[in-house]
């Protein structure tokens, strides 16, 4: 995938065929849930011959606006290019969004940014679509702006299932509850946690449980416990798939610490320091608990990976059940 950062200048400018043409998605795409599919796949759609792009904001507008926010995203900056490729997107235009940006109207917006600046041939937007200074521009306001400056708009219904429409807002509450299923649900795969492994203080090593440390960075913490997980490994020697048993919480039962991501791969040997994984969960298995002794810990982990083991070999596609999607 290209990925292109800016509308102007040595990035993308005026005229580029780096960039000119393109049927784009425009939104934040946090988490890419289905109804940000559906997006896609009506952009592909209006323009079946052109690129299959998306255009978003770097950072988050909400971390701009809110930069002392508690962690919210789905998806890091990082992992956001390779789960859109994964469905095909060919361009990604992350967009800087900052205070020149914020202070746009919707008009200079169109003109400027998405006419001028990327060049699109069409352009594709949730019916609930806000953009320019203030949020003023709507999705028809679009749609009429596009007809002054040259590129077509499709205006896509809200998608849901039966817990409601998609959203990352609903998704966030479903992860911070321990629902993962019910987010998978919304996001069309499970929830994933990305990032490079980082060094731990080995204390798993010391228990019989190795694990692959992850800081949450700008991603959203799930609901504190225990949880089935499956694990990709993105570069290096142990590329691939691995099932595991994963920890969020404080560990309280060596002291109150900063929210932490854990993960031990079954039947893995091997160094992940510093490799990129995406660690995905399945099922929630209990809440996190302060132990009394060492041996208690290890016998609830013992216990944690059968259950953990089962679930992962029940577990299926639950965004793919007949009737999910209106």
């Not at 849930?33 to 299959?52: I, S, V, W």
């Not at 798939?241 to 091997?270: M, Q």
């Not at 009394?292 to 810990?297: G, H, K, M, T, V």
């Amino acid at each position: 995938m290209d990925v292109i950062r800016g509308w102007h200048g040595s990035e993308a400018g005026e005229g580029s065929a780096r960039t000119c043409g393109a049927s784009a998605a425009l939104g934040n795409f946090d988490g890419v849930h289905r109804g940000h599919q559906a997006l896609l796949a009506a952009a592909r759609k209006a323009a079946p011959g052109a690129p299959l792009a998306v255009v978003s904001f770097e950072p988050h507008p909400r971390r701009f606006f809110q930069p002392d926010a508690a962690p919210f995203r789905l998806t890091s900056a990082e992992a956001r290019p390779r789960v859109l490729a994964s469905l095909g997107v060919e361009r990604l235009y992350a967009l800087p969004f900052d205070r020149a940006l914020a202070a746009m109207s919707p008009e200079a917006f169109a003109r400027d940014v998405l006419a001028e600046g990327l060049g699109l041939g069409h352009v594709v937007v949730g019916a609930d679509f806000h953009f320019g200074k203030g949020r003023a521009g709507t999705a028809q306001m679009l749609a009429e702006l596009g007809q002054r400056f040259g590129f077509g708009v499709t205006i896509e219904p809200m998608r849901g299932g039966p817990g409601g429409a998609f959203s990352s807002t609903a998704i966030r509450q479903a992860l911070r509850t321990g629902h993962p299923v019910a987010a998978a649900r919304a996001l069309g795969r499970w929830h994933g946690i990305s990032g490079r492994v980082a060094q731990g203080d080995r204390r798993g090593r010391e228990l019989g449980y190795p694990t692959a440390n992850l800081d949450f960075g700008e991603q959203l913490v799930p609901a504190f416990g225990v949880y089935a997980a499956r694990v990709t490994v993105h570069e290096g020697p142990h590329a691939g798939r691995h099932d595991g048993v994963a920890s969020i919480g404080e560990r309280p039962t060596f002291g109150y610490n900063k929210p932490n991501f854990e993960v031990h791969l079954f039947d893995f040997a091997g160094d992940l320091y510093g490799a990129e994984i995406t660690a995905e969960l399945i099922a929630f298995l209990r809440g996190e608990e302060r132990f009394d002794s060492i041996a208690a810990l290890v016998a609830q982990m013992d216990r944690d990976s059968v259950e953990a083991r089962a679930a992962l070999a029940a577990a299926g596609e639950p965004w793919r059940e007949e009737g999910d999607l209106r």
